[in-house]
């Protein structure tokens, strides 16, 4: 016998028991697991998760301890489905790995907040762009001054790219061999 297409939630269902509505209970075996049919007044639902579908209970003592919780303590039980080589069906069994995803964003989002409000209160002075441009630009023709093979361009008085062996629309671009005469 299958449960009814009427399902009620957690919370009316608890309601019911807390007002002595509840008439009686079949847990009823599907595939994966036991669903719950409740009687109250003149009807029968089926307990439903949040999003519309029947509960399952992959274990049978869970679904008693949940029974006994609400003060259901005599049911029925249906096991013409039941059928003890079906595993119950997780479709959330990627669900640890969103945890594991969840916990590393968070941590990550902690470490980015901590880091942010470290530089806001570095009592140092602010550097403008302008400055570490020109830092970084003097720290470079440091570099390539102390480059063995490189000329300075007659020009500008700079090591040129050529020069070095590189052509100057690929800056990262490996030098030629030397040529063997």
């Avoid at 007044?41 to 609400?70: C, M, N, Y």
């Avoid at 303590?73 to 594991?100: E, I, N, S, W």
């Avoid at 093979?149 to 629309?169: E, F, I």
């Amino acid at each position: 016998m299958t449960p009814s297409l009427d399902t009620l939630d957690q919370a009316t269902l608890e309601q019911l028991a807390e007002a002595h509505s509840v008439r009686g209970a079949r847990v009823i075996a599907q595939a994966g697991g036991w669903a719950l049919a409740i009687q109250y007044g003149s009807s029968e639902k089926t307990l439903a998760v949040r999003r519309g579908h029947v509960r399952i209970w992959p274990k049978f003592d869970t679904l008693i301890v949940f029974l006994h919780r609400l003060g259901i303590m005599q049911f029925h039980v249906d096991t013409t489905a039941y059928d003890p080589t079906t595993r119950p069906q997780r479709p959330r069994g990627d669900a640890a790995a969103r945890l594991r995803q969840a916990h590393e964003a968070a941590a990550y989002d902690a470490w980015l907040c901590q880091q942010v409000q470290t530089s806001l209160d570095d009592p140092r002075p602010n550097v403008t762009q302008a400055a570490v441009t020109r830092d970084m630009n003097e720290r470079k023709a440091a570099l390539r001054a102390a480059l063995p093979d490189s000329a300075p361009d007659t020009a500008s008085g700079t090591a040129s790219s050529t020069a070095r062996g590189r052509s100057s629309s690929r800056p990262g671009a490996a030098r030629p061999a030397a040529k063997k005469s």
